[in-house]
């Protein structure tokens, strides 16, 4: 029987595409119906888009294999957006007000404007989360309603390189994908997996993927920093390779040997462990390159948290991603940062039942597309599928499209957390604003207009009141300099 109610997501990740369909519980609980998978090792690297055109034969793939386990057309999907280039900056806009004047939210909504306006050579903004707002020497969350003359808005932009959103934007239109929504994959980790009391008190989440290294922090319940690293787990695997060996040998050795951190008590000298039947590489130097490449992504990830945060993550450090599975890592991160609370999310805080081993393997990797799955509010399935029907024999074109379900533009201040508009949403936004500037210009001109009329005629007006008065004035001399009758005679 067709699913007739469900949500679908996909993740872009640094080898793979995967694709996630499940249902929602009123208690927030989710059933996964499906996963799927393809490998994109020729088309995305670090988690973007290079190759498009094979880019949209994988996404193709992933909604024709969900299609089959689902028996159902999809009508839209929730996709993640993360990867190398997504960096956070901090902004901040001030504006002058009147003495006393009283802090409306209108006041609020042109600095969030002015924010979103700001231009980065080369970059664009994916969201604008909001730090604060100093209103004379107090920084306040909620401003509306206070007295001031002057106030301030702290903004965290994140931003990605424009070329990798509009190509990614591109795949999906090429796949006749329409997206529902887009979400910072980043941000859907992070609510899917850290608590409030550690995003209030302060903590470090740290993404381990297989070739970047997300890392974000919060305090106070408010996202302060994001940045994606270029090293992940294959970095320790290439570097393991340099001992002679393929890279799938030295991925085996990594899984089974390599750990994050290993006491010197636990070494024995000359020992050695084994590549295969013939080979074998000394302990010590296995672990030397291991422990090397650990300890420099870990030290660069925590090189990544502003300095006025190091002392304020009570919250610890969170750990999660295929990374994370590494023995002694958290031992290895205490090492280096010198924090002591440091946890393991192998799963999301969500109740998860599923099928698949590998969403039942709770060795974090799927947390991220889960934690997508969990964003999604908007029913993905279409019309049954005909079993009579070749699936495979046509593309998996819907009906509607990205720009049917985002006909009016959203206000970016209206959206939630981690929302980022299509391109096609953003055209129209694009375009709203330029058909209301146009608008305001043509009614700026016309009031200009009328209002050089109105000097004219008033000028005009001025003139023959003038003659007007003149004339009366010259008739009462006139009048005034007759002589009588009596002169006369």
């Given at each position: 029987m067709a699913a007739k109610d469900f949500i679908v997501a996909i993740e872009l990740?640094?080898?793979?595409?995967?694709?996630?369909?499940?249902?929602?519980?009123?208690?927030?609980s989710i059933q996964v119906l499906?996963?799927?998978?393809?490998?994109?090792?020729?088309?995305?690297?670090?988690?973007?888009?290079?190759?498009i055109d094979k880019t949209s034969a994988c996404l193709t793939n992933?909604?024709?294999?969900?299609?089959?386990?689902?028996?159902?057309?999809?009508?839209?999907?929730?996709?993640?957006?993360?990867?190398q280039s997504i960096r956070s900056i901090?902004?901040?806009?001030?504006?002058?007000?009147?003495?006393?004047?009283?802090?409306?939210?209108?006041?609020?909504?042109?600095?969030?404007?002015?924010?979103?306006?700001?231009?980065?050579?080369?970059?664009?903004?994916?969201?604008?989360?909001?730090?604060?707002?100093?209103?004379?020497?107090?920084?306040?969350?909620?401003?509306v309603g206070i007295q001031s003359s002057k106030i301030e808005g702290n903004f965290l932009n994140i931003?990605?390189?424009?070329?990798?959103?509009?190509?990614?934007?591109?795949?999906?239109?090429?796949?006749?994908?329409?997206?529902a929504e887009m979400y910072l994959a980043p941000i859907a980790l992070a609510q899917s997996v850290l608590t409030e009391a550690e995003k209030r008190s302060g903590c470090m989440l740290v993404d381990l993927g297989a070739d970047t290294t997300t890392v974000s922090v919060y305090y106070k319940n408010i996202l302060r920093h994001l940045v994606v690293i270029p090293l992940g787990g294959n970095n320790i695997t290439k570097d393991i390779s340099s001992l002679q060996m393929e890279e799938s040998e030295a991925e085996e050795m990594k899984i089974k040997y390599a750990s994050a951190f290993t006491d010197d008590s636990d070494i024995e000298e000359g020992k050695t462990i084994a590549i295969d039947n013939e080979r074998n590489v000394e302990m010590q130097t296995f672990i030397d390159i291991v422990e090397a490449r650990v300890n420099e992504i870990i030290q660069n990830a925590w090189n990544q948290v502003p300095l006025e945060y190091n002392d304020k993550l009570l919250g610890g450090i969170i750990l999660t991603g295929g990374g994370s599975n590494m023995k002694n890592i958290k031992k290895a991160f205490t090492n280096v940062t010198n924090i002591q609370k440091v946890r393991i999310a192998n799963t999301v805080i969500q109740n998860v039942t599923s099928t698949d081993k590998d969403v039942n393997a709770r060795n974090g990797m799927m947390n991220t597309v889960i934690g997508l799955l969990a964003r999604g509010?908007?029913?993905?399935a279409g019309s049954a599928i005909n079993p009579n029907t070749d699936l495979f024999g046509s593309n998996p074109t819907s009906t509607t499209t990205t720009t049917d379900i985002h006909r009016q533009p959203r206000t970016p201040g209206t959206m939630a957390p981690g929302v980022v508009m299509t391109e096609a949403e953003k055209k129209k936004m694009e375009e709203a604003n330029r058909r209301k500037e146009e608008e305001e210009r043509r009614q700026k001109e016309e009031e200009e207009r009328r209002q050089?009329?109105?000097?004219?005629?008033?000028?005009?007006?001025?003139?023959?009141?003038?003659?007007?008065?003149?004339?009366k004035e010259f008739g009462r001399r006139i009048v005034s300099e007759e002589p009588d009758e009596d002169e006369k005679r």
């Open positions: 990740g640094s080898s793979k595409i995967t694709g996630i369909a499940g249902k929602k519980s009123m208690d927030g499906a996963v799927v998978r393809e490998d994109a090792t020729s088309c995305i690297r670090k988690g973007v888009v290079y190759n992933i909604i024709k294999k969900l299609k089959t386990l689902l028996k159902s057309e999809i009508s839209q999907v929730y996709v993640g957006v993360g990867g901090r902004n901040v806009i001030i504006k002058k007000l009147p003495e006393d004047t009283i802090i409306s939210q209108d006041m609020i909504n042109e600095l969030m404007d002015n924010n979103r306006n700001m231009s980065y050579p080369d970059q664009e903004i994916l969201d604008a989360a909001t730090q604060e707002y100093k209103v004379g020497t107090q920084y306040q969350i909620d401003p931003l990605c390189r424009k070329s990798f959103y509009r190509n990614l934007n591109k795949c999906f239109e090429n796949a006749k994908i329409a997206i509010d908007m029913n993905c050089k009329e109105e000097e004219k005629r008033n000028k005009k007006g001025n003139f023959i009141s003038r003659v007007t008065t003149s004339l």
